[in-house]
């Protein structure tokens, strides 16, 4: 079993749709939790950290359900832009500063 | 800040070829990481390093492959003899603290 498992997808909407990602992570040790953004030939980069309260940053959402091993990313009035690969990301507590990646969903805004 | 920088943006190589990537990790941060991306497996931790001494190199695929950091402004990740199940695109990142990485730009690497 993969460490972060996310759907693949793609998802394929249109432009002002609502879209939800969802990934789980299988160590219980995971301490620190993030979404990273990938366009495409492109490098990853730090969209949001997710805290357990959850957290929002504009159109975007991120939820945390530790109990669950769950973590959730949601994209409201999605623009042509949003299109990418979103990462889904932990940090494991006794790991030190590696992050495992999950392999990405994959999402196309069509006009 | 320049970010953290690799080179070369492109390879092509040929089999059994030596290759050697490069990357210089943004000033002050003190965690480096090499990273592989292809379609099937996604993204791997090939090796990191904390202040320059390699900690965890498990993902490291084989012998062929082998990564130096010779001071906290440089790293190289080589590749000998190199194979086509070797073509990847390959990314260095660096942290201060362990957490919200950023990459460099990859290196595109095209065994043949």
């Known amino acids: 079993r993969k460490e972060v498992e996310q759907d693949p997808g793609p998802f394929n909407v249109p432009e002002g749709a609502t879209v939800a990602f969802n990934c789980t992570y299988s160590?219980?040790?995971?301490?620190?939790f993030f979404w990273y953004r990938q366009d495409c030939r492109k490098e990853p980069k730090l969209l949001m950290s997710?805290?357990?309260s959850g957290n929002e940053d504009g159109r975007f959402t991120a939820q945390l359900n530790r109990a669950s091993q769950y973590i959730s990313l949601l994209i409201r009035d999605s623009k042509l832009s949003d299109s990418a690969t979103y990462l889904c990301?932990?940090?494991?507590?006794?790991?030190?500063?590696?992050?495992?990646f999950g392999q990405g969903t994959e999402l196309s805004v069509k006009p | 800040d320049a970010g953290v920088i690799q080179s070369p943006r492109h390879e092509v190589t040929e089999m059994g070829q030596e290759v050697t990537l490069r990357c210089k990790p943004i000033?002050?941060?003190?965690?480096l990481f090499w990273y592989r991306q292809t379609m099937m497996r996604g993204l791997e931790l090939l090796i990191y390093?904390?202040?320059?001494?390699?900690?965890?190199d498990s993902g490291m695929p084989e012998d062929r492959f082998s990564a130096k950091m010779p001071n906290a402004s440089f790293s190289t990740l080589k590749i000998q003899p190199s194979e086509p199940r070797d073509s990847a695109v390959y990314f260095c990142?660096?942290?201060?603290?362990?957490?919200?990485?950023?990459f460099g730009s990859g290196t595109r690497l095209t065994v043949v």
């Open positions: 390093f904390n202040n320059n001494v390699p900690i965890d």
């Open positions: 990142a660096s942290s201060s603290t362990g957490y919200g990485y950023t």
């Open positions: 000033s002050g941060h003190d965690y």
């Open positions: 160590n219980s040790a995971s301490q620190s």
């Open positions: 990301v932990v940090n494991v507590y006794n790991q030190g500063g590696k992050l495992i």
């Open positions: 997710v805290y357990s």
